[in-house]
């Protein structure tokens, strides 16, 4: 580690290999694509295989890209920066970013290997919804990868001549792009038979994504028959038979398919939550690794250093895979550089007479930037976002932030009281990400704003310490916001929840001290509605007024 | 090679814009960012936050970030109201730049602003005859468009056109009286208003309104029309456009027509269910409008479950406008010697990688190459500087 005088800033070194988990297309071209720029990669796959072999149903309409991605999986076998490791899996990952220790097992072996960023590059899985629609397998009844395999030999083919085929699709589960795309592929397939009639039974058809509207009126144009339904057909005898009441002809329509074939569902690999627990990442909706926040799309975790691609964090087909490895390769150039990385050197600070190790900061950072030594809690500067939450969990007040350390933000509370000649001073307590900007858009769009209102910004609403809330009614203030991300927005995930929590303690304290509840409140705002926090703080002044000035002056 | 002598043009400063010309000066590479308007931030920039009492992941907060992001990096240098004139491609591209033909909309007042705090100039005088004899019309820091824009030409390495997308012309579906009813609006419109009052007002009285329909597919998925493309981002906008309606109003009846909803955001089944118990779904996409007393609006659609034609009266009707090709993608596909696919927009080579195109050093980012929400919008930018990056050599 170099001191780099008088800058706050420090120089140090950083690991520069790179973990790829998943050995699908979408790991192969992550592995080529940063091997591409330098580094030298681990790819571990569980299965004996790589690429197109393990999940031929991403290959769907790639017929012309086939070729390029063959010669991808050739290509990665020979180079000499990339490691592969098949049959193994990941079995822990210690540290953070920059510096993972992570253990591998293959067979009887574990190895270890020193990773700077982790790339999770797992596929989706699918699965039969027969159930659904009340069908048993049978000869004449088919999964849609059934159908695909049919389609995909010439031989199987020919028994599809003369035939009658029905789809059941967005009937047993609302469905995807991806999932019409198979049915929809199958279906032109089918058309060029001779003498096979297709209906397609669907609920919604999800033809957002390029080229699935054309293809669904092609299909109609060569005959192809849709029937667009809001509950599940009648189905007769095992798919022998299926009938519905058709509202607009107000009379049953029936058809007896030679084949009915079910849609699957396209789900998250099951590896995932494995994965997930290992790397200390969250688990988003429907068991894909990544959270619902804006602020971390497309690649992001909630771990600086380990990112989420394709299928691993949404249903998606390879192009969409690609688009992500390609951020995944940008991201990866620029926390990675050349190995050495500058650091404020006072991003969080750790006061090593008051840290008794009791690892509340381990348990509450969100972005998993905290691991221990023999004296302290040490806060990895690289993967530190500087949100200030572990700051003000910790109960010895051991952690202090660059830029908004106790001292100056309880200046700041006192300084933020203005005398005022009888209006109500208000302590706006601003997310920088959110509150802070949106009252600057307030401000520079001269949108109404009380004049005693201020503005303290903090890093994060999770920033906010009890005793700021507290200190500023104390110093006199009439009312107190506290103005976070809404729920579900916020950069450190959780930092308006702890902020929440913070406010209820404080109302909760307020009431004893016989002060009215009022006076404190909590609002979720966004950084481009200047409007909206406008009228937040005129009503808030209004309430104000209602109660009069604080008794505590 | 290093990244110190090179130079990239990025054609376009809305969101796509915007994360490439940002995501490539991470890398020290020199940015020249042209924008035809006056302003950054292109139509993203104008939409409202969709959060109820949580975050709904429309991501207009991250366009607002990312102009904040670009307008303070030193190694993009912006040029507004401006526009290429000739390219020529001898290795290198040499650019000749002028001032674009950029003209506001004739009904607008003398000084038009910037939708952002982060827009500078933020107020731009664009009559000047408006203003006279008024001088509270005119801001401090106003500029004058006639004094915009930038005549030169420089070299650069490589190209990512980035020109956007057009929201549908509502006037060109005639009989949904679009401007000719103050009460129909279309949900670029809806966006402004929500954006500008944190809540929704009939713009012909300012009154809250009560019933309020949305036409889904205006303009997208239209054979007649010859867009036979989903815009993708119309259900999802609408439907959480509708949820804030709701949620500052419960009383408030909503009813959807539609021919299929596409997904919103990851948790999309759990998001439909919600919607489906708050507004009224019919799977039929009115024809026409018709104007009744008080600015109400009169609509007539078949009932699936008799097959029988009702007529229907809203306050409000939001006519949910796609996507369709920029304006200028025709004169900028001439230009760059880059194809156009049968709708109208650019595409990649191939489907895997959608931002180079088979011109050498010219790419693509965002809505340029087809409809996309601004989070894909994104990704397909970071996905361009990638392949640029890729293209130099830097290392």
Redesign the interface.
């Known amino acids: 580690m170099t001191d780099m005088k008088h800058t706050g800033m420090e120089e140090i070194n950083i690991a520069t290999d790179v973990l790829v988990l998943g050995g699908g297309l979408t790991g192969i071209k992550a592995a080529s ?1 940063i091997a ?3 580094y030298k990669v681990i790819l571990v796959e569980k299965d004996p295989e790589l690429g197109s072999q393990k999940g031929p149903e991403s290959l769907i ?2 017929e ?2 086939y070729k ?1 991605l063959q010669d991808l999986e050739d290509k990665i076998k020979t180079d000499s920066n990339v490691e592969i490791l098949t049959q193994a899996s990941l079995v822990s990952a210690a540290g953070v970013t920059g510096d993972f220790t992570a253990r591998l097992s293959k067979g009887e072996e574990v190895i270890e290997h020193n990773v700077g960023a982790i790339v999770v590059a797992t596929d989706f899985a699918t699965g039969a919804l027969n159930e659904k629609y009340g069908l048993s397998p049978a000869d004449n009844v088919l999964t849609q990868s059934q159908m695909d395999e049919l389609l995909a030999s010439e031989a199987d083919k020919e028994k599809l001549a003369n035939k009658t085929v029905a789809f059941l699709v967005g009937l047993g ?2 469905g ?2 991806l999932v019409l795309e198979r049915v929809l592929r199958s279906v032109l397939a089918l058309q060029e038979i001779d003498g096979c009639d297709v209906y397609i039974y669907a609920g ?7 080229g ?3 293809m669904y ?1 092609e299909s109609r144009e060569k005959g192809a028959v849709y029937f ?1 339904l ?1 509950e599940k057909p009648e189905i007769i005898e095992n798919g022998k038979t299926i009938s519905f009441f058709d ?2 002809a ?1 009379r049953d329509i029936e058809i007896l398919p030679d084949f009915i074939v079910v849609e699957e569902e396209l789900r998250a690999d099951q590896l995932n939550e494995e994965i997930a627990e290992i790397l200390r990442i969250n688990v ?3 068991g ?1 690794l ?1 959270n ?4 971390f ?3 992001r975790s909630n771990r600086e250093g380990i990112f989420v691609a394709g299928s691993t964090r ?1 249903i998606s087909g ?3 895979a ?3 490895v ?2 995944i ?2 991201e990866v ?2 926390l990675l550089g050349d190995g050495k990385k500058s650091v404020a050197k006072n991003k969080a600070v750790v006061d090593e007479t008051k840290c008794v190790i009791c690892l509340t900061c381990y348990r509450c950072c969100p972005h998993g930037a905290i691991y221990w030594g023999d004296k302290k809690a040490i806060i990895s500067p690289v993967a530190c976002q500087g949100c200030g939450i572990c700051a003000s969990e910790c109960p010895m007040d051991a952690i202090q932030i660059g830029g908004f350390d106790d001292g100056a933000m309880n200046e700041e509370v006192k300084n933020g009281v203005v005398s005022g000649n009888g209006m109500p001073r208000i302590i706006a307590f601003c997310c920088q ?2 509150g802070f ?1 949106a009252g ?2 307030a401000d ?2 001269k949108m109404q704003v009380p004049d005693g209102l201020r503005m303290i910004k903090v890093p994060c609403a999770g920033k906010i310490d009890l005793d700021y809330i507290l200190n500023a009614f104390v110093a006199g203030a009439d009312g107190v916001m506290v103005m976070a ?5 916020c950069k450190s995930e959780n930092g308006n929840t702890y902020a929440q929590w913070r406010v209820n303690d404080a109302y909760r304290m307020l009431e004893e001290v016989g002060l009215e509840k009022d006076r404190l409140c909590f609002v ?1 705002t ?7 926090f ?2 937040i703080v005129v009503d808030m002044e209004k309430r104000i007024n209602e109660l009069g000035l604080s008794p505590l002056k | 090679m290093s990244a110190k002598d090179k130079k990239i043009m990025v054609i376009g400063g809305g969101i796509a814009g915007l994360t490439a010309a940002w ?1 490539l000066s ?2 020290n590479i020199d940015v020249e960012l042209i924008e035809k308007t006056p302003f950054l931030g292109g139509y993203a ?1 104008q ?3 969709k ?1 109820t ?3 709904r ?9 990312m102009l ?1 992001n670009v307008v303070n990096e030193p190694k993009i240098k912006v040029h507004l109201a401006t526009e290429v004139e000739k390219i020529n491609n001898s290795g290198r591209f040499s650019v000749d730049l002028k001032k674009s033909s950029y003209k506001p909309d004739l009904s607008t007042e003398g000084v038009i ?1 910037g939708y ?2 982060n827009n500078s100039p ?1 107020h731009v005088i664009v009559d000047k005859e408006k203003c006279e004899g008024n001088p509270d019309a005119v801001p401090e820091g106003a500029v004058e468009l006639d004094t915009m824009g930038f005549s030169g030409k420089f070299d650069v390495d490589a190209v990512i056109l980035a020109s956007g997308f057009k929201p549908f012309d509502a006037e060109q579906k005639g009989t949904y009286g679009y401007k000719k009813f103050p009460n129909v609006v279309t949900g670029m419109d809806l966006e402004r208003i929500i ?5 929704v007002v009939r713009p012909s009285d300012g009154k809250t309104a009560q019933k309020i329909a949305f036409i889904q597919c205006v303009g997208s ?1 239209d ?1 007649r029309l010859g867009h ?3 815009s ?1 981002v119309c ?1 999802p906008y609408a439907l959480r456009m509708a949820e804030i309606i709701k949620h500052k109003n419960a009383d408030a009846e909503i009813t959807v027509f539609y ?5 919103v ?6 998001f ?1 269910e919600k919607c489906k118990t708050e507004f009224r779904f019919v ?1 039929n996409i009115p024809v026409d409008v018709f104007p009744m007393e008080n600015d109400s609006l009169s609509m007539r659609y078949m009932n ?4 029988l034609c009702i007529n229907e009266e809203f306050d409000l009707v939001v006519l949910s406008v796609g996507i369709v090709p920029g304006p200028d993608n025709s004169n900028l596909s001439d230009l760059f010697d880059v194809g156009l696919n049968e709708d109208g927009f650019f595409t990649g080579i ?6 180079s195109t088979l011109k050498d050093g010219i790419f693509l980012a965002g809505t340029v190459a ?2 996309k929400d601004i ?2 919008s ?3 930018a ?2 361009a ?3 640029v ?2 293209h130099l050599g830097v ?1």
């Open positions: 694509e591409g720029s330098g309409g790639l012309e890209e390029g589960q609302e995807n792009p919604e058809l999800k033809v957002a994504s390029n699935l509207e054309r009126k667009k809001t509202t607009v107000r988003g909706p429907s894909f990544q619902d926040n804006v602020h799309f497309p690649v949404e390879l192009p969409s690609w688009t992500d390609e951020n390769a940008v150039r620029d990400n959110s900007e600057e858009m520079i769009f991300c809404h729920p579900g927005n979720g966004a950084s481009n509605m200047g409007s909206g406008s009228s | 995501e991470r890398f920039i939409y409202c936050c959060a009492d949580e975050c992941q429309c991501g207009a907060c991250t366009v607002e970030a904040k602003r952002s705090k933020l954006r500008e009052n944190a809540t998925r054979e036979l493309w989903c993708q259900c021919m299929d909803i596409q997904n955001g990851k948790d999309y089944a759990g439909y799977r699936e479950e008799d097959g191939d489907k895997l990688n959608s931002t087809g409809p989070a894909a994104m990704a397909h970071g996905q500087a990638s392949e990056i890729k290392s």
